[in-house]
Protein backbone atom coordinates (compact mmCIF):
# COMPACT_ATOMS: atom_id res chain seq x y z
CA UNK A 1 0.00 0.00 0.00
CA UNK A 2 1.25 3.21 -0.79
CA UNK A 3 2.04 5.53 2.25
CA UNK A 4 -0.11 9.24 2.11
CA UNK A 5 1.91 12.13 3.42
CA UNK A 6 -0.93 14.14 4.30
CA UNK A 7 1.20 17.48 5.13
CA UNK A 8 2.70 17.03 1.74
CA UNK A 9 -0.71 16.94 -0.01
CA UNK A 10 -1.74 20.11 1.97
CA UNK A 11 1.36 21.81 1.65
CA UNK A 12 2.27 22.74 4.99
CA UNK A 13 5.07 21.70 7.82
CA UNK A 14 4.39 18.70 9.68
CA UNK A 15 4.58 21.39 12.96
CA UNK A 16 1.79 23.27 11.55
CA UNK A 17 -0.88 24.80 13.34
CA UNK A 18 -4.16 24.56 13.11
CA UNK A 19 -5.32 27.48 11.36
CA UNK A 20 -2.38 26.97 9.15
CA UNK A 21 -3.94 23.51 7.91
CA UNK A 22 -7.25 24.60 7.68
CA UNK A 23 -6.33 27.52 5.60
CA UNK A 24 -4.45 25.12 3.40
CA UNK A 25 -7.22 22.59 3.05
CA UNK A 26 -9.73 25.65 1.59
CA UNK A 27 -7.45 27.15 -0.42
CA UNK A 28 -6.93 23.51 -2.62
CA UNK A 29 -10.50 22.44 -1.74
CA UNK A 30 -11.78 26.03 -3.95
CA UNK A 31 -9.17 25.06 -6.39
CA UNK A 32 -10.00 21.27 -7.12
CA UNK A 33 -13.60 21.01 -5.99
CA UNK A 34 -15.32 19.21 -8.75
CA UNK A 35 -18.05 21.55 -9.06
CA UNK A 36 -15.71 24.23 -9.56
CA UNK A 37 -12.77 23.01 -11.23
CA UNK A 38 -11.81 22.08 -14.48
CA UNK A 39 -9.10 20.57 -14.19
CA UNK A 40 -9.33 16.16 -15.50
CA UNK A 41 -8.38 14.77 -12.13
CA UNK A 42 -10.09 17.61 -9.78
CA UNK A 43 -12.31 14.84 -7.97
CA UNK A 44 -9.11 12.81 -7.15
CA UNK A 45 -7.29 15.47 -6.05
CA UNK A 46 -9.97 16.88 -3.75
CA UNK A 47 -10.36 13.51 -2.04
CA UNK A 48 -7.37 12.93 -1.39
CA UNK A 49 -6.94 17.00 -0.13
CA UNK A 50 -10.17 16.14 2.16
CA UNK A 51 -8.82 13.01 3.16
CA UNK A 52 -5.79 14.53 4.50
CA UNK A 53 -7.75 17.42 6.23
CA UNK A 54 -10.06 14.71 7.40
CA UNK A 55 -6.95 13.28 9.70
CA UNK A 56 -4.86 16.51 10.36
CA UNK A 57 -7.70 18.79 11.73
CA UNK A 58 -8.02 16.23 14.30
CA UNK A 59 -5.89 16.08 17.05
CA UNK A 60 -6.25 12.58 17.89
CA UNK A 61 -6.05 11.41 14.87
CA UNK A 62 -3.05 13.57 13.66
CA UNK A 63 -1.14 12.01 16.35
CA UNK A 64 -2.04 8.87 15.36
CA UNK A 65 -0.97 9.32 11.83
CA UNK A 66 2.35 11.14 12.89
CA UNK A 67 3.12 8.37 15.13
CA UNK A 68 2.05 5.81 11.59
CA UNK A 69 4.36 8.66 10.07
CA UNK A 70 7.40 8.33 12.21
CA UNK A 71 7.36 4.18 12.03
CA UNK A 72 5.28 2.45 9.29
CA UNK A 73 6.66 3.61 6.50
CA UNK A 74 8.58 0.94 4.27
CA UNK A 75 11.98 1.27 2.84
CA UNK A 76 10.16 1.54 -0.68
CA UNK A 77 8.21 4.40 0.32
CA UNK A 78 5.10 1.83 0.76
CA UNK A 79 2.73 1.19 4.15
CA UNK A 80 2.07 -1.42 6.00
CA UNK A 81 0.12 -0.72 9.13
CA UNK A 82 1.43 -2.68 11.93
CA UNK A 83 -0.29 -6.09 12.55
CA UNK A 84 -1.69 -5.11 16.17
CA UNK A 85 -2.39 -1.69 14.54
CA UNK A 86 -6.23 -0.06 16.01
CA UNK A 87 -7.20 3.19 15.90
CA UNK A 88 -8.68 5.01 18.97
CA UNK A 89 -10.06 7.68 17.02
CA UNK A 90 -12.90 5.79 15.58
CA UNK A 91 -14.04 7.01 12.34
CA UNK A 92 -17.59 7.63 11.59
CA UNK A 93 -19.80 9.09 8.52
CA UNK A 94 -21.01 12.67 9.21
CA UNK A 95 -19.76 15.77 9.71
CA UNK A 96 -17.40 17.71 7.56
CA UNK A 97 -16.58 15.40 4.56
CA UNK A 98 -19.07 12.95 5.78
CA UNK A 99 -20.76 12.38 2.89
CA UNK A 100 -18.00 11.71 1.06
CA UNK A 101 -16.16 9.29 3.79
CA UNK A 102 -16.93 6.24 1.74
CA UNK A 103 -14.35 7.30 -0.84
CA UNK A 104 -11.28 7.41 1.49
CA UNK A 105 -8.04 5.48 0.44
CA UNK A 106 -7.37 2.11 1.70
CA UNK A 107 -4.61 4.00 3.17
CA UNK A 108 -7.04 5.97 5.37
CA UNK A 109 -9.13 2.97 6.08
CA UNK A 110 -6.07 0.58 6.98
CA UNK A 111 -5.13 3.03 10.23
CA UNK A 112 -9.00 4.62 10.79
CA UNK A 113 -11.15 2.24 9.43
CA UNK A 114 -13.80 2.93 7.24
CA UNK A 115 -17.73 3.73 6.82
CA UNK A 116 -17.70 -0.45 7.23
CA UNK A 117 -17.48 0.36 11.18
CA UNK A 118 -20.22 1.78 10.28
CA UNK A 119 -22.22 -1.14 8.84
CA UNK A 120 -21.32 -3.57 11.54
CA UNK A 121 -21.86 -0.86 14.42
CA UNK A 122 -25.34 -0.35 12.82
CA UNK A 123 -26.86 -3.15 12.00
CA UNK A 124 -29.37 -4.95 13.85
CA UNK A 125 -29.97 -1.36 15.76
CA UNK A 126 -33.39 -0.35 13.74
CA UNK A 127 -30.42 2.06 12.21
CA UNK A 128 -31.76 3.12 8.70
CA UNK A 129 -29.25 5.79 6.53
CA UNK A 130 -30.01 6.73 3.30
CA UNK A 131 -27.05 5.87 0.67
CA UNK A 132 -25.07 8.73 -0.82
CA UNK A 133 -25.76 9.94 -4.03
CA UNK A 134 -23.25 9.58 -6.34
CA UNK A 135 -22.11 12.08 -9.01
CA UNK A 136 -20.62 11.34 -12.25
CA UNK A 137 -19.55 13.01 -15.91
CA UNK A 138 -21.01 11.56 -18.62
CA UNK A 139 -18.99 12.01 -22.20
CA UNK A 140 -20.99 12.10 -25.15
CA UNK A 141 -21.13 12.74 -28.55
CA UNK A 142 -23.87 14.53 -30.14
CA UNK A 143 -24.79 11.25 -32.58
CA UNK A 144 -25.36 9.79 -29.11
CA UNK A 145 -27.04 12.78 -27.25
CA UNK A 146 -29.54 13.19 -30.02
CA UNK A 147 -30.46 9.26 -31.10
CA UNK A 148 -30.38 8.47 -27.21
CA UNK A 149 -27.87 5.69 -26.32
CA UNK A 150 -26.71 3.15 -24.00
CA UNK A 151 -23.49 3.60 -22.57
CA UNK A 152 -21.79 1.17 -20.10
CA UNK A 153 -20.44 2.99 -16.61
CA UNK A 154 -17.38 1.28 -14.61
CA UNK A 155 -17.81 2.27 -11.02
CA UNK A 156 -15.96 1.96 -7.76
CA UNK A 157 -18.98 0.90 -5.21
CA UNK A 158 -17.75 0.51 -1.75
CA UNK A 159 -20.45 -2.11 0.20
CA UNK A 160 -20.87 -4.02 3.08
CA UNK A 161 -18.69 -7.07 3.24
CA UNK A 162 -19.79 -9.99 4.59
CA UNK A 163 -17.69 -9.39 7.61
CA UNK A 164 -19.37 -6.81 8.03
CA UNK A 165 -16.24 -4.27 7.52
CA UNK A 166 -16.67 -2.77 3.62
CA UNK A 167 -15.08 -3.96 0.49
CA UNK A 168 -14.87 -2.42 -3.05
CA UNK A 169 -16.55 -3.25 -5.74
CA UNK A 170 -16.36 -3.06 -9.36
CA UNK A 171 -19.50 -2.43 -10.82
CA UNK A 172 -20.56 -2.11 -14.29
CA UNK A 173 -23.78 -0.29 -14.50
CA UNK A 174 -25.75 -0.09 -18.34
CA UNK A 175 -27.63 3.44 -18.72
CA UNK A 176 -30.34 4.13 -21.16
CA UNK A 177 -29.61 7.90 -22.28
CA UNK A 178 -32.46 9.49 -23.20
CA UNK A 179 -32.65 10.85 -27.05
CA UNK A 180 -32.16 14.96 -26.78
CA UNK A 181 -30.11 15.23 -23.57
CA UNK A 182 -28.71 18.74 -23.79
CA UNK A 183 -24.80 19.57 -23.06
CA UNK A 184 -24.48 20.56 -19.22
CA UNK A 185 -27.37 18.69 -17.85
CA UNK A 186 -28.22 15.83 -15.63
CA UNK A 187 -29.89 12.67 -15.42
CA UNK A 188 -30.79 10.69 -12.73
CA UNK A 189 -31.14 6.98 -12.20
CA UNK A 190 -32.88 6.24 -8.92
CA UNK A 191 -31.41 3.69 -6.47
CA UNK A 192 -28.14 3.32 -8.56
CA UNK A 193 -25.93 5.48 -5.82
CA UNK A 194 -24.75 4.22 -3.01
CA UNK A 195 -26.27 1.36 -1.03
CA UNK A 196 -28.72 2.74 1.97
CA UNK A 197 -27.57 1.10 5.68
CA UNK A 198 -29.97 -1.08 7.87
CA UNK A 199 -33.35 -0.70 6.23
CA UNK A 200 -32.07 2.94 4.08
CA UNK A 201 -32.65 2.92 0.58
CA UNK A 202 -30.28 3.42 -1.82
CA UNK A 203 -28.82 6.66 -3.02
CA UNK A 204 -29.34 8.19 -6.43
CA UNK A 205 -26.77 8.58 -9.44
CA UNK A 206 -26.60 11.56 -10.80
CA UNK A 207 -25.10 12.04 -14.46
CA UNK A 208 -23.64 15.50 -15.74
CA UNK A 209 -23.89 15.37 -19.53
CA UNK A 210 -21.12 16.64 -21.83
CA UNK A 211 -20.84 16.26 -25.36
CA UNK A 212 -18.17 16.11 -27.34
CA UNK A 213 -17.70 19.31 -29.87
CA UNK A 214 -18.73 17.86 -33.34
CA UNK A 215 -16.63 18.80 -36.27
CA UNK A 216 -19.73 20.08 -38.56
CA UNK A 217 -22.75 21.06 -35.73
CA UNK A 218 -22.45 23.61 -33.08
CA UNK A 219 -24.90 22.95 -30.34
CA UNK A 220 -26.38 25.63 -28.17
CA UNK A 221 -29.09 24.51 -25.62
CA UNK A 222 -31.54 22.83 -27.78
CA UNK A 223 -30.68 24.17 -31.07
CA UNK A 224 -28.11 23.45 -33.99
CA UNK A 225 -26.42 25.58 -35.77
CA UNK A 226 -24.90 24.34 -39.27
CA UNK A 227 -22.73 26.94 -41.44
CA UNK A 228 -23.57 25.14 -44.72
CA UNK A 229 -21.52 27.11 -47.84
CA UNK A 230 -23.30 27.59 -51.47
CA UNK A 231 -21.96 28.79 -54.47
CA UNK A 232 -21.97 32.53 -56.00
CA UNK A 233 -24.78 31.43 -58.07
CA UNK A 234 -26.87 29.88 -55.75
CA UNK A 235 -26.60 32.64 -53.68
CA UNK A 236 -27.20 35.23 -56.55
CA UNK A 237 -30.51 33.62 -58.10
CA UNK A 238 -31.80 31.36 -54.99
CA UNK A 239 -33.23 28.17 -54.81
CA UNK A 240 -33.38 25.10 -53.80
CA UNK A 241 -30.05 23.43 -51.63
CA UNK A 242 -29.53 20.11 -49.41
CA UNK A 243 -28.17 20.60 -46.58
CA UNK A 244 -27.47 18.14 -43.52
CA UNK A 245 -29.27 17.65 -40.29
CA UNK A 246 -28.82 15.22 -37.61
CA UNK A 247 -31.75 13.21 -38.36
CA UNK A 248 -30.48 13.07 -42.29
CA UNK A 249 -30.86 15.16 -45.58
CA UNK A 250 -33.57 18.37 -45.77
CA UNK A 251 -34.23 20.41 -48.25
CA UNK A 252 -34.09 24.08 -48.13
CA UNK A 253 -34.79 26.90 -50.07
CA UNK A 254 -32.85 30.09 -50.22
CA UNK A 255 -33.79 33.40 -51.23
CA UNK A 256 -32.85 35.46 -54.45
CA UNK A 257 -29.83 37.70 -53.31
CA UNK A 258 -28.91 35.96 -50.34
CA UNK A 259 -26.17 37.29 -48.36
CA UNK A 260 -23.17 35.33 -46.20
CA UNK A 261 -24.16 34.67 -42.66
CA UNK A 262 -27.64 34.59 -43.72
CA UNK A 263 -29.50 32.18 -40.73
CA UNK A 264 -32.32 29.65 -41.75
CA UNK A 265 -34.19 27.98 -39.46
CA UNK A 266 -35.86 24.47 -39.71
CA UNK A 267 -38.08 24.25 -37.14
CA UNK A 268 -38.17 21.16 -34.68
CA UNK A 269 -34.43 19.76 -36.45
CA UNK A 270 -32.78 20.79 -33.80
CA UNK A 271 -32.14 18.31 -30.57
CA UNK A 272 -35.28 16.02 -30.07
CA UNK A 273 -37.54 16.20 -26.71
CA UNK A 274 -41.01 17.05 -25.85
CA UNK A 275 -39.88 20.94 -27.10
CA UNK A 276 -37.48 19.60 -29.90
CA UNK A 277 -35.17 22.44 -30.48
CA UNK A 278 -34.36 24.10 -34.19
CA UNK A 279 -31.57 23.97 -36.58
CA UNK A 280 -30.29 27.26 -38.07
CA UNK A 281 -28.38 26.79 -41.18
CA UNK A 282 -25.62 29.55 -41.34
CA UNK A 283 -25.19 30.27 -45.35
CA UNK A 284 -21.67 31.04 -46.63
CA UNK A 285 -20.38 31.87 -49.96
CA UNK A 286 -17.65 29.83 -51.34
CA UNK A 287 -15.42 30.15 -54.54
CA UNK A 288 -14.94 27.65 -56.73
CA UNK A 289 -11.46 26.32 -56.60
CA UNK A 290 -10.72 26.17 -59.73
CA UNK A 291 -11.26 29.14 -62.19
CA UNK A 292 -11.23 28.48 -66.28
CA UNK A 293 -10.75 31.01 -68.83
CA UNK A 294 -14.44 30.67 -69.52
CA UNK A 295 -15.59 31.41 -66.20
CA UNK A 296 -12.90 33.88 -66.25
CA UNK A 297 -15.32 35.86 -69.15
CA UNK A 298 -18.36 35.38 -66.72
CA UNK A 299 -17.07 36.83 -63.79
CA UNK A 300 -15.80 39.78 -66.01
CA UNK A 301 -18.73 40.26 -67.97
CA UNK A 302 -20.75 39.99 -64.51
CA UNK A 303 -18.69 43.08 -63.28
CA UNK A 304 -19.55 45.13 -65.71
CA UNK A 305 -23.17 44.13 -65.77
CA UNK A 306 -23.63 44.88 -61.88
CA UNK A 307 -22.13 48.07 -60.68
CA UNK A 308 -21.37 46.98 -57.28
CA UNK A 309 -19.12 48.11 -54.57
CA UNK A 310 -19.39 46.40 -51.63
CA UNK A 311 -16.87 48.72 -49.58
CA UNK A 312 -19.02 52.21 -49.98
CA UNK A 313 -19.49 51.62 -46.43
CA UNK A 314 -15.65 51.91 -45.64
CA UNK A 315 -15.29 55.14 -47.92
CA UNK A 316 -13.03 53.51 -49.97
CA UNK B 1 -22.24 -6.81 -12.36
CA UNK B 2 -25.90 -5.64 -12.91
CA UNK B 3 -27.76 -6.82 -15.74
CA UNK B 4 -30.87 -3.65 -15.10
CA UNK B 5 -30.76 -0.79 -17.48
CA UNK B 6 -31.81 1.57 -15.28
CA UNK B 7 -34.00 4.25 -17.51
CA UNK B 8 -32.57 7.80 -16.74
CA UNK B 9 -34.87 10.82 -15.82
CA UNK B 10 -34.02 14.04 -17.46
CA UNK B 11 -33.41 16.25 -14.58
CA UNK B 12 -35.04 19.52 -17.34
CA UNK B 13 -37.70 22.32 -16.39
CA UNK B 14 -39.91 19.21 -17.79
CA UNK B 15 -39.59 17.44 -14.04
CA UNK B 16 -42.20 19.12 -11.06
CA UNK B 17 -41.07 18.82 -7.62
CA UNK B 18 -43.02 19.87 -4.62
CA UNK B 19 -41.12 21.34 -2.23
CA UNK B 20 -41.10 17.94 -0.30
CA UNK B 21 -40.08 15.90 -3.16
CA UNK B 22 -36.84 18.64 -3.49
CA UNK B 23 -36.17 18.28 0.10
CA UNK B 24 -36.41 14.37 -0.15
CA UNK B 25 -34.18 13.52 -2.92
CA UNK B 26 -32.05 16.59 -1.86
CA UNK B 27 -31.79 15.03 1.63
CA UNK B 28 -31.87 18.51 3.41
CA UNK B 29 -35.04 20.35 5.03
CA UNK B 30 -37.30 22.85 4.55
CA UNK B 31 -36.66 25.64 6.36
CA UNK B 32 -33.16 25.30 4.23
CA UNK B 33 -35.16 25.84 0.96
CA UNK B 34 -36.73 28.39 2.17
CA UNK B 35 -33.64 30.31 2.78
CA UNK B 36 -32.55 29.52 -0.61
CA UNK B 37 -35.16 30.98 -2.06
CA UNK B 38 -34.84 33.93 -0.41
CA UNK B 39 -30.76 33.92 -1.45
CA UNK B 40 -32.36 33.80 -4.94
CA UNK B 41 -29.81 30.36 -5.27
CA UNK B 42 -33.31 28.55 -6.58
CA UNK B 43 -36.64 30.35 -7.77
CA UNK B 44 -40.02 28.43 -7.62
CA UNK B 45 -41.18 27.98 -11.25
CA UNK B 46 -44.85 27.73 -9.55
CA UNK B 47 -46.65 28.79 -6.79
CA UNK B 48 -46.63 31.37 -3.67
CA UNK B 49 -46.42 29.93 -0.67
CA UNK B 50 -43.88 26.88 0.00
CA UNK B 51 -47.23 24.99 0.32
CA UNK B 52 -47.97 25.57 -3.49
CA UNK B 53 -44.04 25.74 -4.57
CA UNK B 54 -43.32 23.77 -7.90
CA UNK B 55 -39.36 23.46 -8.87
CA UNK B 56 -38.13 21.97 -11.65
CA UNK B 57 -35.70 18.91 -12.32
CA UNK B 58 -33.11 21.99 -13.12
CA UNK B 59 -33.67 23.60 -9.68
CA UNK B 60 -32.69 20.14 -7.76
CA UNK B 61 -29.35 20.00 -9.27
CA UNK B 62 -28.66 23.28 -8.46
CA UNK B 63 -29.72 22.60 -4.73
CA UNK B 64 -27.35 19.42 -4.65
CA UNK B 65 -24.45 21.97 -6.06
CA UNK B 66 -25.48 24.77 -3.83
CA UNK B 67 -25.29 22.22 -0.56
CA UNK B 68 -22.01 20.45 -2.07
CA UNK B 69 -20.27 24.40 -1.64
CA UNK B 70 -21.56 25.41 1.35
CA UNK B 71 -20.68 21.79 2.89
CA UNK B 72 -17.12 21.34 1.39
CA UNK B 73 -15.97 25.21 1.01
CA UNK B 74 -17.67 26.42 3.98
CA UNK B 75 -19.26 29.25 2.13
CA UNK B 76 -22.25 31.20 3.45
CA UNK B 77 -25.32 30.87 1.56
CA UNK B 78 -24.87 34.46 -0.48
CA UNK B 79 -21.39 33.08 -1.51
CA UNK B 80 -23.07 30.01 -2.69
CA UNK B 81 -25.87 32.24 -4.79
CA UNK B 82 -22.84 34.09 -5.95
CA UNK B 83 -20.83 31.15 -7.24
CA UNK B 84 -23.37 29.25 -8.69
CA UNK B 85 -24.23 32.48 -10.95
CA UNK B 86 -20.41 33.07 -11.81
CA UNK B 87 -19.77 29.37 -12.34
CA UNK B 88 -22.76 29.47 -14.89
CA UNK B 89 -21.08 32.57 -16.86
CA UNK B 90 -17.99 30.92 -16.82
CA UNK B 91 -19.83 27.94 -18.29
CA UNK B 92 -20.97 29.92 -21.33
CA UNK B 93 -17.98 31.88 -21.57
CA UNK B 94 -16.23 28.50 -21.89
CA UNK B 95 -18.41 27.20 -24.60
CA UNK B 96 -18.61 30.38 -26.39
CA UNK B 97 -14.20 30.51 -26.17
CA UNK B 98 -14.36 26.52 -27.61
CA UNK B 99 -16.74 27.97 -30.53
CA UNK B 100 -14.43 30.95 -31.62
CA UNK B 101 -11.46 28.89 -31.26
CA UNK B 102 -12.80 26.45 -33.33
CA UNK B 103 -13.66 29.25 -36.11
CA UNK B 104 -10.44 30.47 -35.81
CA UNK B 105 -8.44 27.21 -36.28
CA UNK B 106 -10.90 26.28 -39.42
CA UNK B 107 -10.17 29.68 -40.95
Same mark, same amino acid.
Given at each position: ?96 ? /??? *????? !????? +? ?6 ? &? @? ?74 ? /??? *????? !????? +? ?6 ? &? @? ?98 | ?107
Amino acid at each position: MEFKDYYKILGVDEDASKSEIKSAYRKLARKYHPDVSKEADAEDHFKEVSEAYEVLKDDEKRAEYDQLRKYGQTADGGFDPPPDWESGASFSRGGFT /GAD *SMDFS !DFFES +IFGGAGGG &F @RQQRGQGFAMRGEDLHHQLSLFLEEAYNGCEKSLRMQQPEPGPDGGVQRRERTLKVKVPAGVRDGQTIRLRGQGGP /GMG *SGPDG !DLYLD +IQIAPHPH &F @RLEGGDLYVTVPVTPWEAALGGRITVPTMGGKATLTIPEGTREGKKLRLRGKGMPGKTAGDQYVVLQIAMPPKQTERSRDLFRELGEEVPFNPRDHLGV | MSSRTPQAEMMDELMRLTLRDLCHDCQVNAEYVIELVEFGVVQPREGRSPREWIFAGEDLVRVKKAERLRRDLDVNLPGVALSLDLLEEVRELRRRVDELEKDRTRD
